[in-house]
């Protein structure tokens, strides 16, 4: 399943958390200032069989683990 954002808008105190998570010096600032539309999100939502899988992966994981401890 995937949701799409159009039109995205950033506020002012967006912006400004963004720029100093960023650290961007005074150009990058006009530089992104300048940007009127930030585009299009895509947000994908993975599929019951994406966890099942990682489940069996974490789970394959934990038992190679516990093998070498009771090896050791």
Known sequence: MEYQFTGLTITSEA????????????????????IPDYGVMTVAIPEPSTYALLGLGLLGVAGVVRRNRLAA
Not at 22 to 33: D, E, F, K, S, T
Request: no cysteine; aromatic share 10%; proline share 5%.
């Open 15 to 34: 912006f400004d958390l963004f720029k100093q998570g960023l650290g961007l010096r005074p150009g990058g600032v006009a530089a992104m200032a300048s």
